[in-house]
């Protein structure tokens, strides 16, 4: 389970980041977006440890490339 905190596009690439307790899932999400045919040049910017409360987190970046169709409603 990943929690996304900030979506944001900067020209062409889309930055994501968010947070996770399993560093599994990261890759899991990271995995899932290489993999898409909605997605392009998928790189991890960052992961790091850290504390919210009393969990402990992890805080990810990754950016992509979203590739989009035109004249799809899809």
Known sequence: EVWLTKLQLHGGSLQLVG??????A???LMASLEGSKRFRETTFVYTQRATRGAASVFI???????????????
């Open 19 to 24: 947070a996770s307790q399993d560093t599994q």
């Open 26 to 28: 990261v890759a899991n």
């Open 60 to 74: 990810f970046e990754i950016s992509t490339t979203p590739i989009l169709q035109e004249g799809h409603d899809s």
